[in-house]
């Protein structure tokens, strides 16, 4: 497999796309006045403790206060048997060191964990646990055995807590000392910080986005690391060479005519994610319905007919589907649940191959997923850890005409508003004349279709009714004005 990723970077913003034998895999974007907080570390100040949620607001400078929940309490997870109470561990006015886990999406503020965590190449510091974790990722027991081994014999210090990266499988003991001296140094730096610092200020941020692909996402299967800026290309072969040698002769600066990602696809591709239908290869296709609380997918035959029973057409679709909705789970970055309704299938065994393949083809997700069973009903729950906004979140905003109903009003229907309003505002005003003010569309209906009807409150309320086409509204902004 050729693995290339691509790095997009403008003054405005910084966009990552992963290209796998010449597919998009997954894009990510990080715009300079929209720049993620996850993995950012405050000191900060609770607001409001709620007994009844077992949760707390804290204030850490952002336009809404974050969110932390029991759960997320460093005392609660190390004492997991225990029913510890939020009210016990904090109280309001409370300085407290915490840390984003969850950017703000929607409505909701951000997310918050007391348990500290910095990421390095190949280790994660937990500076307040004591214990040496293994990623999940490594799933052979000996293999986790070996690792947690070496990094007990290069500490020096007891009592600290690591989790050792799929990626230190292949690290020498000089990188993985050089990572535990960059996270000691940071931690320090952090302490120091908490102690001299008024609340709500911000102790730590994340790397970039673009230094950040170099530590997270280069792996060995990564051949090169193509970036269209000359003087970024200096940053990170600079980060390079201190933090993650290996990748420093990877990143190459890309200096052809064509945009970058015009080149590779990637520009069509974010269109696409942007789009409710996805075409299958086969003529079957995908509709994806994204909303706060989940992400829908709904898979369909379309125009595939299949060479043999409409059975096989069924699972044949349902096959490609799963890798499809995989790769749209990473393009869009879409989180939280996700519910697929398969195309329905009696076929025990053919239920049983489609999540085998699902689950092979989300495998490769980065990002934590769980996948359930069929249910009675046929669907198929994933799970997929949210972390930031998804894609469409990132580049786009609610339609100001529907304000993101995807639908809008009849022309009929807000004639007939108009209507009512007008015999309320004629029984509580008493005007000489009436002017409507609306859309084209609007006022052509009551020229037409709905003549009959404005006659008839004409002749009801004995006042004369004058109508004014205004350009600027919408098919549902109307305004009736008094005279």
């Not at 697929?340 to 049983?352: G, L, Q, R, S, Y």
Request: net charge negative; hydrophobic share 40%; aromatic share 6%.
């Amino acid at each position: 497999m050729k693995e290339q990723i691509l790095v997009n970077i403008t003054p405005q913003e910084t966009r990552v796309a992963t290209v796998e034998d010449g597919v998009v895999q997954d894009i990510h974007i990080e715009r300079s006045s929209q720049r993620g907080l996850v993995g950012n570390i405050y000191l900060g100040v609770v607001k409001r403790v709620l007994p009844g949620m077992q949760s707390a607001f804290i204030e850490i400078g952002l336009e809404r206060a974050a969110f932390l929940h029991i759960a997320d309490v460093i005392e609660q997870r190390q004492h997991p048997n225990e029913e510890l109470r939020i009210e016990r561990l904090v109280h309001e006015g409370q300085p407290i060191l915490v840390q984003v886990i969850k950017d703000p999406i929607g409505t909701k503020g951000a997310r918050l964990s007391t348990q500290i965590s910095i990421a390095g190449r190949f280790l994660v510091f937990l500076p307040q646990e004591t214990h040496i974790g293994i990623s999940q990722r490594i799933e052979n027991n000996e293999e986790r055995d070996r690792l947690r081994s070496r990094l007990e014999s290069l500490l020096t210090q007891d009592h600290l807590g690591y989790i050792i990266r799929t990626s230190a499988d292949h690290a020498t003991d000089q990188e993985l000392l050089a990572d535990i001296d960059y996270l000691n140094l940071i931690w320090a730096d952090i302490r120091q910080k908490s102690q001299t610092l008024p609340p709500k200020s911000l102790l730590f941020q994340d790397l970039s986005l673009q230094l950040r692909t170099l530590r997270d996402m280069v792996n060995t299967d990564t051949q090169e690391v193509l970036v269209d800026s000359r003087e970024n290309v200096a940053k990170m072969r600079e980060f390079a060479q201190s933090f993650v040698a290996d990748v420093f002769p990877r990143v190459q600066h890309y200096s052809g005519e064509r945009p970058l990602f015009e080149l590779y696809g990637v520009e069509a591709e974010i269109e696409r994610a942007m789009a409710r239908r996805v075409n299958l290869k086969f003529g079957g296709y995908l509709i994806i319905d994204q909303t706060e609380a989940m992400t829908t997918i709904d898979v369909n035959t379309g125009g595939f007919v299949g060479h043999r029973s409409f059975d096989d057409t069924i699972f044949k679709t349902n096959l490609e589907a799963t890798h499809v909705i995989a790769r749209q789970l990473r393009l869009r970055n879409l989180g939280g649940i996700i519910i697929v309704d398969f195309i329905d299938m009696d076929n025990e065994a053919h239920k049983h191959a489609v999540l085998e393949e699902l689950q092979k083809a989300l495998s490769r997700d980065r990002t934590k997923v769980t996948v359930s069973n069929f249910t009675s009903l046929g669907l198929v729950e994933i799970t997929r850890k949210r972390t930031r906004e998804s894609l469409a979140h990132v580049l786009c905003e609610p339609c100001p005409t529907c304000q993101g109903r995807g639908q809008i009003r009849t022309a009929a229907t807000v004639c007939y508003e108009i209507l009512r309003e007008i015999l309320r505002e004629e029984r509580q005003f008493k005007a000489r004349e009436y002017r409507i003010l609306a859309s084209q569309n609007v006022i052509d209906m009551f020229l037409d279709e709905e003549s009959a009807s404005l006659a008839q409150l004409v002749d009801f309320i004995a006042k004369p009714i004058y109508l004014q086409v205004e350009t600027a509204y919408t098919q549902e902004q109307f305004d009736v004005v008094l005279m």
